[in-house]
């Protein structure tokens, strides 16, 4: 089974720490994307990386950044957590090469930011 | 902004009953995808229907697509206890918008036993 592994399902931080959520798949999938979902808001689209070295910011990239070192890790970084960052943060992944591709989501990463 | 939105919000049925959910969107897209998600988990993919597509079944899940009112609805017949989750519908544009899907607020389906 393909498989999408966020490293940490619950996350407490303090207000101004630095924050590294990791993401790694294992479908050798060239795209890669964080999302952060709020109530009534949906999914938006913080950050996405076509290939490794590669990003592109999405509809909200403020206060985050990214790095994808190697194809199968994506990682996002806070770098000074702020209480607005408590979410849901969502890693997704699917292949490059082919259209009408679905998304392969990880499984989730609460974050509460004091 | 949200390429698409879903009506209604939130939605309360019996088991047994059918459960229609609808997405609008803005501008004109390569596919339209429907995922689902239980409380406080990852979307898992349902089905994917193509912008030269009118409708699409899968199991007990019916798609359908009108690109000329830029709207798709999802049908889920003789909902089950385990069909409670939220649904959510995302646009595909393609290479144009850098092969990004985005995401509508969902819909919370309440199925009652």
């Known amino acids: 089974d393909v498989k999408v592994t966020q490293s940490s399902r619950y996350l407490v931080k303090r207000t101004g720490e630095k924050v590294f959520l990791e993401c790694v798949q294992d479908?050798?999938?060239?795209?890669m994307f964080w999302y952060r979902q709020d109530p009534g808001l949906g999914l938006r689209l913080i950050y996405f990386s076509y290939d490794v070295k590669m990003k592109e910011k999405g509809d909200i990239p403020e206060g985050y950044s990214v790095s994808r070192e190697k194809k199968e890790r994506f990682s996002l970084i806070l770098e000074s957590a702020s209480t607005n960052q408590t979410s849901m943060y969502l890693c997704?992944?699917?292949?490059?090469?082919?259209?009408?591709?679905?998304?392969?989501f990880g499984s989730g990463t609460q974050l509460s930011v004091l | 902004s949200q390429q698409g939105e879903e009506d209604p919000q939130a939605l309360s049925i019996q088991e047994g009953e059918n459960a229609t959910m609808n997405c609008s969107y803005k501008t004109s897209i390569n596919n339209l995808q429907w995922y689902r998600q239980n409380s406080g988990r990852g979307l898992v993919h349902l089905i994917l229907?193509?912008?030269?597509?009118r409708e699409k079944h899968s199991g007990r899940l019916r798609v359908t697509l009108d690109t000329s009112k830029k709207s798709s609805s999802l049908l889920i017949t003789a909902s089950r206890a385990a069909d409670t989750a939220s649904y959510f519908c995302?646009?595909?544009?393609?290479?144009?918008?850098?092969?990004?899907?985005?995401f509508g607020g969902g819909t919370r389906v309440l199925v009652k036993p």
């Open positions: 229907i193509r912008s030269n597509e």
């Open positions: 479908m050798d999938h060239e795209n």
């Open positions: 997704a992944s699917r292949p490059f090469w082919r259209q009408d591709e679905k998304l392969f």
């Open positions: 995302a646009t595909d544009r393609g290479e144009a918008a850098g092969n990004k899907l985005t």
